[in-house]
Nanobody, 125 residues
């Protein structure tokens, strides 16, 4: 079992930055693909970014060039640096993990086995 806890969410003005953290426990994440998803009320959970066990990162088109996913296996933590935030980035952000099996991480929520509780990000205009 992998237990994930997100932190770093909050309220920020448009154009600002936030860094989300996802601390894992229970297992070392070095062999896991890690991802961030986001969800707004009434909508499906959308893919944001992922980083494979080998370090290959993948991004949704809507966040490319603004968000950066990274991992620190020594700290068992994954990060999401969010710059140039827009009001449409407002959502609950979830960290997810699954055992890595390929070169590129999956980008659909049903392929991830472990989830955190989420952290709210609100971007004001």
């Amino acid at each position: 079992q992998v237990h994930l806890v997100e932190s770093g969410g909050g309220l920020v003005q448009a154009g600002g930055s936030l860094r989300l953290s996802c601390a894992a426990s229970g297992r070392t994440i070095s062999s896991y693909d890690m991802a961030w998803f986001r969800q707004v009320p009434g909508k499906e959970r959308d893919f944001v970014a992922a980083i494979s066990w080998s370090g290959w990162s993948t991004y949704a088109d809507s966040v490319k060039g603004r968000f950066t996913i990274s991992r620190d296996n020594a700290k068992n933590t994954v990060y999401l640096q969010m710059n140039s935030l827009k009001p449409e980035d407002t959502a609950v952000y979830y960290c997810a993990a699954t055992v890595g099996s390929g070169y590129v991480s999956p980008t659909t929520s049903d392929e991830y086995a472990y989830w955190g509780q989420g952290t709210q990000v609100t971007v004001s205009s």
